[in-house]
């Protein structure tokens, strides 16, 4: 009997590694957080900061090199909001991370710095992976401690603490702890005729085609979130639904959470104020698409993928793998 996707194991040990965002091991000792840990943290020498203007990140930028990093004493000239520092965590030779919002905007800012998005920090590969896992864990923080100012039980003023792991109210006492996301994004496979479900919101770049995906609702399973999903926006029905890899996307503070959907039905009732097209692809069309370069002019003539980095990108490739190890 040949086994399918949704019986083998992953080509890879763990696909969540393989995607943007994910390489972020700082001991972040969120159980063991005092209220002065990030007084006690800037007391060590090896201190450094991630410096944010919004949630783009601030980067020394010269013609060879970028360094996101600043030491305590060149935060000066960045108008830093230093009340409002958040500690990270640690790296293993015991030096702190932290990450600071700042007065600077793109109108503001002078050389050597510029501002960068999560976006382009992973699509110009301008940091390396570990650094653009913190600044995923950074910018996500420095939103959520941003929109949570007031409490939303008695609209008093909320207070930082445990290093920006909370917020507490001042006039009510009432508490609340970073948010998470949970977004599934799926390729849904029809095993019989081996295609794969893509489609294009109007927002996308010119003839690019992704995965379908949206948010998980409240009192609902992932599985069950891949079947909704995939239903209203495509009109196919779901069988089996296979978890396959996760990514952290700061966008503001969302886990993407990536998974193989098994066509119960083939007819395609598109969603028509969500996508501008929803499509089955042939093997060789999804290899050729993957063979083509997000970065390059497109009029829209020829499909091309995510960027790669991007979780539906992983998720399309590790399709095609998974076939060769059959």
């Known amino acids: 009997m040949t086994k399918s996707i949704f019986d083998l194991r992953s080509p890879h040990p763990e696909p969540s590694t393989l995607v943007a965002f994910s390489e972020n091991h700082l001991d972040r000792q969120s159980e063991h957080r005092g209220d002065d840990c990030v007084e006690l943290a800037l007391k060590h020498p090896g201190a450094h900061f991630l410096a944010f203007s919004g949630p783009k990140l601030i980067v020394k930028h010269d013609e060879k090199i970028i360094d996101p990093l600043f030491a305590p004493y060149e935060l000066e000239g960045l108008e830093p909001v230093l ?4 500690l990270l965590g ?10 600071v919002p700042t007065g600077l905007t793109e109108e503001t800012i002078a050389e050597p710095f510029k ?49 920006g792991y909370r917020r507490v109210c001042t006039a009510c006492g009432h508490m609340v702890f970073p948010r998470t ?31 379908l ?39 503001p503070h969302t886990l993407m959470i990536g998974c193989y959907a098994e066509a119960k039905s083939t007819v395609i009732k598109r969603d028509e104020q969500e996508l501008e097209d929803v499509r089955w692809f042939t093997r060789e069309e999804t ?4 063979e083509r370069s997000t970065g390059v ?30």
């Not at 091309?304 to 095609?320: E, S, T």
């Open 115 to 163: 501002i960068a998005d999560g976006r382009t920090l992973y699509r110009q590969q301008m940091l390396p992976e570990e650094l653009l896992g913190q600044f995923a864990q950074a910018s996500s923080l420095i939103t959520w401690n941003a929109n949570n100012r007031f409490c939303g039980r008695c609209a008093g003023p909320m207070e930082g603490k445990a290093g």
């Open 90 to 99: 640690y790296l293993p030779n015991g030096e702190p991370r932290l990450a």
């Open 297 to 326: 002019a497109n009029t829209g003539d020829e499909h091309i993928p995510p960027p790669k980095g991007a979780i539906a990108h992983q998720l399309m490739r590790d399709w095609l793998a998974w076939a060769e190890r059959a």
């Open 213 to 251: 995906a949206g948010f998980v609702e409240p009192g609902e399973t992932i599985e069950n979130a891949v079947r909704r999903e995939t239903h209203e926006e495509s009109g196919i029905h779901v069988g089996r639904v296979r978890y396959h890899a996760s990514q952290p996307w700061p966008m």
């Open 181 to 211: 996301d949970p977004v599934v994004i799926m390729m849904t496979i029809d095993l019989e005729r081996d295609l794969c479900l893509l489609g294009r919101s109007p927002h996308f770049a010119p003839g690019m085609y992704s995965c």
């Open 287 to 290: 290899i050729a698409m993957l």
């Open 83 to 86: 009340d409002e520092t958040i």
